[in-house]
């Protein structure tokens, strides 16, 4: 049994301004209980209309959302089980909390709605917040507290009531890039202990790949991909992925290097007519050296360090093109280079959609 399964999910926003905007076109996905599932994609794809549908937030306009073996909401039916009947917990992006009550009252606050017992709240509470490290600040106040110890606050206020499933909407992108990094790592480790099955909304892929068991990549209501991700980051469906996933991002080939690039592959994929193929090839792949020996000539018009690696930016044929190499002391800028790579290492794509070409 699936922890969460979408069944063709559509939803239709109708605004005066606008008409009608299709947020989401027909998304099935499936959730495994206890897996940490993330939804990527560029702002506006309908990463947060999805989680709002899971949460029955909102209502979808087509299709079908199971929790366990439970139909919390159907188009057809018509049928929507209200948030709280679906045991899930979410936490926006903004995570507010309440500022005049103490993290205590905070943590406390959905088991005081939901009338439990007063000690067994107080023990719900104190095994929440020792496992979030934040049993010391029980007694502060939220103004009190630093973004990270706020974003733990309103993690344990979602998880105190023990929900089967945890939503969560971007809710690290007010901290800063050190405390994301280790709040990132909190975050998978508590998720684990727990095995509490989680949806974690995201558009940066790099937070997607380090946290998701398995990633779903969003494109304009559409799913691209789902897979782990090795999966979306080796072998991409398509060239919106291949692109969206990967720092720095995978370079494509214009017209002109193809056509001289064709001429030594062997590959069926690759030998097609360059009029309707593209071939994307990553940064780490290309080779760059200085012994006149490659296929491409090219011009280094910035070396950019990222710490422990390079990014060079060569003019080739009037494109640019991205390499990645450790040792960026052989090369300078303006100097002369030749570029290669090995055919094993391309991507090919129909220049129509976009579609993986194999
Ligand atoms: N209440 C609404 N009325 C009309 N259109 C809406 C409404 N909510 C969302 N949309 C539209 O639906 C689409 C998807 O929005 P959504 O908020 O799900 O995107 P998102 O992927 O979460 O983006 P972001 O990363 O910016 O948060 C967008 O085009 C958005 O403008
Ligand atoms: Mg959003």
Same mark, same amino acid.
């Given at each position: 049994?699936?922890?969460?399964?979408?069944?063709?999910?559509?939803?239709?926003?109708?605004?005066?301004?606008?008409?009608?905007?299709?947020?989401?076109?027909?998304?099935?996905?499936?959730?495994?209980?206890?897996?940490?599932?993330?939804?990527?994609?560029?702002?506006?794809?309908?990463?947060?209309?999805?989680?709002?549908?899971?949460?029955?937030?909102?209502?979808?306009?087509?299709?079908?959302?199971?929790?366990?073996?439970?139909?919390?909401?159907?188009?057809?039916?018509?049928?929507?089980?209200?948030?709280?009947?679906?045991?899930?917990?979410?936490?926006?992006?903004?995570?507010?909390?309440?500022?005049?009550?103490?993290?205590?009252?905070?943590?406390?606050?959905?088991?005081?709605?939901?009338?439990?017992?007063?000690?067994?709240?107080?023990?719900?509470?104190?095994?929440?917040?020792?496992?979030?490290?934040?049993?010391?600040?029980?007694?502060?106040?939220?103004?009190?507290?630093?973004?990270?110890?706020?974003?733990?606050?309103?993690?344990?206020?979602?998880?105190?009531?023990?929900?089967?499933?945890?939503?969560?909407?971007?809710?690290?992108?007010? %901290?800063? *890039? &050190?405390?994301?990094?280790?709040?990132? @790592?909190? #975050? +998978?480790?508590?998720?684990?202990?727990?095995?509490? $099955?989680?949806?974690?909304?995201?558009?940066?892929? %790099?937070? *997607? &790949?380090?946290?998701?068991?398995?990633? @779903?990549? #969003? +494109?304009?209501?559409?799913?691209?991909?789902?897979? $782990?991700?090795?999966?979306?980051?080796?072998?991409?469906?398509?060239?919106?992925?291949?692109?969206?996933?990967?720092?720095?991002?995978?370079?494509?080939?214009?017209?002109?290097?193809?056509?001289?690039?064709?001429?030594?592959?062997?590959?069926?994929?690759?030998?097609?007519?360059?009029?309707?193929?593209?071939?994307?090839?990553?940064?780490?792949?290309?080779?760059?050296?200085?012994?006149?020996?490659?296929?491409?000539?090219?011009?280094?018009?910035?070396?950019?360090?990222?710490?422990?690696?390079?990014?060079?930016?060569?003019?080739?044929?009037?494109?640019?093109?991205?390499?990645?190499?450790?040792?960026?002391?052989?090369?300078?800028?303006?100097?002369?280079?030749?570029?290669?790579?090995?055919?094993?290492?391309?991507?090919?794509?129909?220049?129509?959609?976009?579609?993986?070409?194999?």
């Amino acid at each position: 049994m699936n922890a969460i399964s979408l069944k063709r999910i559509k939803k239709d926003y109708v605004s005066l301004r606008r008409g009608k905007v299709e947020a989401l076109k027909d998304i099935c996905l499936e959730v495994d209980p206890g897996s940490f599932f993330v939804l990527l994609g560029p702002s506006g794809c309908g990463k947060s209309t999805l989680l709002n549908i899971i949460a029955g937030i909102e209502n979808p306009t087509a299709g079908d959302v199971m929790i366990g073996d439970e139909v919390v909401a159907s188009a057809s039916q018509r049928k929507y089980l209200t948030p709280r009947r679906r045991d899930v917990a979410m936490v926006f992006q903004s995570y507010a909390l309440y500022p005049h009550m103490t993290v205590y009252d905070n943590i406390a606050f959905p088991l005081k709605i939901a009338k439990t017992e007063r000690g067994e709240i107080g023990r719900r509470v104190r095994q929440v917040s020792e496992t979030l490290e934040i049993a010391d600040l029980l007694e502060a106040k939220p103004a009190e507290l630093s973004g990270g110890q706020r974003q733990r606050v309103a993690l344990g206020r979602a998880i105190v009531r023990k929900p089967s499933v945890l939503l969560l909407d971007e809710p690290l992108s007010n %901290l800063d *890039a &050190l405390l994301r990094i280790s709040m990132r @790592a909190e #975050l +998978k480790k508590i998720q684990r202990r727990l095995e509490l $099955t989680t949806v974690f909304v995201t558009h940066d892929q %790099l937070e *997607a &790949l380090s946290l998701g068991d398995r990633v @779903a990549v #969003l +494109k304009d209501g559409l799913v691209q991909q789902v897979g $782990t991700p090795h999966d979306i980051f080796s072998d991409p469906a398509n060239l919106f992925v291949a692109q969206f996933i990967g720092t720095p991002p995978m370079n494509v080939l214009d017209g002109r290097m193809l056509e001289k690039a064709r001429k030594r592959l062997r590959n069926t994929a690759t030998r097609q007519d360059p009029g309707r193929i593209l071939l994307g090839i990553r940064p780490a792949h290309i080779r760059v050296s200085t012994d006149g020996e490659g296929l491409f000539d090219g011009n280094i018009s910035l070396i950019s360090s990222l710490g422990n690696e390079n990014l060079l930016y060569i003019d080739v044929m009037g494109q640019q093109i991205l390499a990645s190499v450790t040792d960026a002391g052989r090369f300078k800028e303006g100097q002369t280079v030749q570029i290669d790579f090995d055919e094993t290492t391309l991507f090919s794509f129909r220049k129509e959609d976009g579609g993986r070409i194999r």
